[in-house]
């Protein structure tokens, strides 16, 4: 056995390194990369949006009218803003990726050589010494040492690995020395397994990206058949009054001789593109990306990475976050609760005369076995050296004799020259007379920590064990170190109705407790997921408890899975190779710069100083951004709204009201502007509703009162003959007063910010109109007209409050579902706090088969009712005149009952025995 190992510990030989090479079972880099510059311009410029506003600069092209290619600024700058974030987060992302090991010591030959990670084949023997990170999944060959495992686990305890254990990729040698072989390489590796899991693109859950997209394909929709027959209509206008009609030729024939002859239909072109960019929400789109951008420059001074926009407001909105403990709640290191002396022989004070008398027994022992055994110290040790490092007033004497921890014995001790002390677990310390005399106070005290007993003992053996009986001295309390700022952040998201739950690779116990300690609701109530061991038990568990230990990283998102199948909006919190599926699966994932890289890289924001508590500022960025959104956006789509129905009304009406140069000032004073300004002010209410039916409930009214203004120009300009330039000027100054209407509401309730931007938007439009009215096409107008556009102006903005007013009073509704490839669940929010109920819209054949059917049972419900209630009124005067009802009226065969209740008379229906009469009841 002897010859065998020292063989193994020769390693591969140079043809054996080659031959596995040749096989291709080498350790391949797995990491998960980030997207290249050329693939995030790819997807910033390629877009449905960017692609609708090409198409019409092509149309203006072909007029040769260069100014009015000035629209396409809006499509660069809103480009340029999505490519810098995105290769900003990527660089960031790039400087946090920093591998705690880029070489490995590897034994071929007979030689310890030192390679590269990417140069390691199988059956590699590489040694491992403390502070190494195991490159690659290995057996250990020779030697003990102690592992870190909880980037991969989530398990906060060192593991002690000896020859024939398993060793994971990820994890990290805390102390100890060992030889291993790797058995495995590449994407067999652990790390490399869950990495390739997470390999998939994730959707998206924003509901301001979803109705951006919306809006956008309903315009891509709508612009095309709009856009062919407005030009066709300007066309066919202009060929009418053209002498080619006159002439005889046809419309088509027109056209073909006056692009023969060089002559575009530059004015059709103009106007047709003029109405279709009005439909197109270039504002909104490039007010979102600019709002969001800001909001990712202002986390990144409190050191929050955002890696997408979106997720700032996905945040907001979320109603359910999962934290793992360890690199969350808790630093990831150990240290000292406290220290309780037990009364001993001689009282609790110094071990010896010449030690302070305020030095108790159990201090002067604690420390000296801490400093006995630095040099293998584990978190626990290290625990203890760091909270007696800062008192001098402990005496450190040299040690006789030394025994260092061990897994087996689970304790440490030493002798010294006042005596023998030991440190470690009380059942393991002690006997059963001792550890029943003090198990009550460890009960109590390991309801929140890891109790540590120390003793006196008589002296040690030879070989390290326990001579003489035990007796206790004190009790040591250690945890896990809780973030300072853990408590404080816990409490903001329970007054903000956010559900906490605790998903934890580490004891259930231990998570339980410190989640009690950082004030999370219902944490007493835990579950090992070990226990879960089906779908339907994972399932309900979700419902059940908010503090989950053992968890794997599988589980973990499938507890994710669960809670969205519930219609819960669900953020993850992580920093481990194990909470990498989780992340990714979560509707927004939050990791800390100090974790795994896989976290980093997969995370949608990253906490760059690894403090949790920059997770309230996160939250207040994104409803900053939500509401003033929300406010901003139906400015915008206002002009999309009204711009659609002015186009498919002129189809048929020609001409189209506004030219490009009018829709400019409305677009710059009415929405562009104001738009910015309520965009970016501070807003940190909750966030409410839905954002497109927030949106539409303010920009419908304003839309409809356009339109309908509009149209009444159209008839008073032809009832009274007006000039196409007095008609434009009239439906100008309608539309610009129903706009300041509707910045004026929602610019309450009104701050000083607010009311210089009301006064500079009226004081815009007035210079505009008044003092440039040959720049923007206004007509000189007689005092008729200017009556007549008066009129029209307070009949609109009448309309536009008294249609807010009613979209204000109509309520909210109380049932909505969410569909996707024909599927959905549906939402019944409880009234005055109840809980919600949550349940599935099955398919859309179901449902249709559902309603169907619900349908036909309504109809017959209500001929039921109608003829229950002809019998009663036939049976109740039957009853008054005197005639038998009842019992005598079934020997005739009628079979009904009346009968008198608490909601009135009721009429009761006998039922068919077998021969096929009917029976009484």
């Known amino acids: 056995m002897r010859h065998v190992r020292e063989r193994s510990l020769r390693g591969l030989t140079s043809a054996e390194v080659e031959e596995r090479i040749e096989h291709g079972d080498v350790n391949v880099s797995m990491e998960i990369e980030t997207k290249s510059v050329a693939q995030l311009i790819f997807e910033n410029l390629f877009t449905l949006f960017n692609l609708m506003n090409a198409v019409l600069a092509v149309l203006v092209l072909f007029t040769g009218s260069l100014k009015n290619l000035s629209f396409l600024a809006v499509v660069i700058l809103n480009t340029s803003i999505g490519v810098i974030q995105s290769i900003r987060s990527k660089r960031m992302v790039d400087r946090l990726t920093l591998l705690a090991t880029k070489r490995v010591v590897v034994v071929r030959d007979g030689a310890e050589v030192d390679l590269d990670l990417e140069q390691i084949v199988i059956d590699d023997i590489v040694r491992l010494g403390r502070g190494d990170q195991i490159p690659a999944d290995s057996v250990v060959v020779t030697g003990e040492a102690q592992v870190n495992e909880s980037l991969l686990t989530g398990e906060s305890d060192l593991i002690r690995k000896k020859p024939g254990s398993k060793l994971m990729s990820g994890s990290f040698i805390d102390s100890g020395l060992i030889y291993a072989r790797v058995e495995h390489v590449g994407a067999d590796n652990f790390v490399s397994k869950i990495n390739n899991d997470a390999k998939y693109v994730k959707p998206v859950n924003s509901e301001i990206m979803s109705a951006l997209g919306s809006i956008v394909r309903f315009a891509s929709v709508v612009m095309i058949p709009l856009g062919v027959a407005l030009l066709f209509s300007s066309l066919h206008g202009t060929y009418v009054h053209s002498d080619a009609r006159a002439l005889g030729t046809t419309m088509w024939g027109w056209l073909v001789q006056e692009i023969s002859a060089g002559r575009v239909p530059s004015a059709e072109l103009l106007s047709t593109a003029g109405a279709l960019l009005g439909m197109i929400p270039q504002g909104l789109v490039l007010l979102t990306s600019t709002v969001l951008a800001f909001a990712t420059f202002r986390l990144a001074r409190r050191h929050v990475l955002a890696q997408q926009l979106y997720c700032i407001e996905t945040l907001a909105r979320v109603d359910v ?327 498919a009304i002129c189809i048929a009406f020609p001409p189209y009201p506004f030219t490009i140069v009018q829709m400019t000032l409305i677009n710059f004073f009415c929405i562009g502007f104001p738009g910015f300004v309520l965009g970016l002010e501070s807003n940190r209410a909750r966030v409410e509703g839905g954002f497109l039916s927030n949106v539409l409930r303010r920009a419908l009214p304003a839309s409809a009162s356009v339109v309908i203004s509009a149209c009444l120009c159209m008839v008073a300009a032809v009832l009274f003959s007006f000039s196409d330039v007095v008609f434009s000027t009239m439906c100008l100054v309608t539309t610009s007063a129903i706009g300041t209407c509707l910045i004026w509401r929602i610019s309450r309730p009104f701050t000083p910010l607010r009311c210089v931007l009301l006064a500079s938007v009226v004081a815009g439009l007035l210079a505009g109109i008044v003092g440039f009215p040959d720049l923007f096409s206004i007509a000189h107008l007689a005092v008729d007209e200017e009556i007549v556009i008066a009129l029209i102006a307070v009949a609109g903005c009448a309309l536009y409050f008294k249609l807010a007013r009613a979209l204000d009073m109509r309520p909210a509704r109380l049932t909505r579902s969410a569909t996707g490839f024909g599927r959905g669940v549906r939402v019944r929010l409880g009234a005055r706090g109840a809980p919600s109920k949550v349940t599935s819209t099955g398919s859309l054949a179901r449902r249709l088969a559902r309603r169907a059917c619900s349908k036909l049972r309504s109809r017959g419900d209500k001929a039921a009712k109608r003829s229950a209630a002809a019998s009663a009124a036939k049976a109740l005067s039957r009853a008054r005149a005197g005639e038998p009802v009842g019992s005598d009226r079934r020997a005739a065969g009628g079979c009904k009952r009346v009968v008198k209740s608490p909601q009135g008379i009721q009429v009761k229906m006998g039922h068919r025995g077998r021969d096929g009469k009917r029976r009484p009841h």
């Not at 979560?586 to 690894?610: H, P, T, W, Y």
């Not at 939250?619 to 002015?646: H, P, W, Y």
């Open 321 to 647: 976050l999962c934290l793992d403990k360890t690199g969350t709640i808790t630093s990831g290191r150990m240290e000292v609760e406290g220290t309780y002396p037990v009364p001993v022989q001689g009282g609790e004070g110094s071990a010896e005369p010449d030690v302070s008398a305020d030095v108790s027994v159990l201090d002067f022992a604690v420390a000296n076995i801490a400093w006995a055994t630095s040099e293998d110290a584990n978190e626990t040790l290290r625990a203890l050296l760091e909270h007696y490092g800062a008192r001098d007033d402990i005496p450190i004497e040299e040690p006789l004799v030394v025994v260092p921890f061990s897994s087996a014995r689970k304790w440490s001790g030493a002798t010294l020259p006042q005596g023998s002390f030991v440190i470690g677990a009380a059942q393991f310390v002690l006997d059963s007379e001792a550890y029943a005399e003090i198990e009550h106070e460890v009960a109590r005290l390991a309801d929140t920590s890891r109790v540590l007993v120390a003793a006196e003992v008589a002296r040690f053996s030879d070989d390290g064990e326990i001579i003489g009986e035990a007796r206790p001295i004190g009790l040591v309390a250690i945890r896990d170190e809780i973030r300072s700022s853990a408590r404080e952040t816990v409490g903001y998201f329970n007054e903000q109705g956010v559900t906490l739950n605790v998903i934890s690779g580490d004891d259930p116990r231990t998570a339980s407790s410190i989640a009690r300690v950082v004030g999370i609701p219902d944490a007493a109530a835990w579950v090992d997921a070990t226990t879960l061991d089906t779908e339907a038990k994972l399932d309900a568990a979700a419902d059940r408890y908010h503090v989950f230990g053992r968890v794997t990283p599988y589980q973990k998102r499938a507890l994710v899975q669960a809670l969205q199948r519930r219609g819960h909006t669900v953020a993850m919190t992580g920093d481990g190779v194990n909470d990498v599926l989780a992340l990714k699966e979560a509707d927004c994932s939050i990791a800390m710069a100090a974790g795994s890289d896989a976290a980093r890289n997969v995370a949608e924001i990253v906490l760059v100083d690894n403090d949790f508590s920059s997770m309230p500022a996160v939250v207040a960025e994104g409803r900053r951004s939500i509401n003033n959104l929300q406010r901003s956006a139906s400015l915008f789509l206002t002009k999309t709204l009204f711009s659609m129905a002015l186009a």
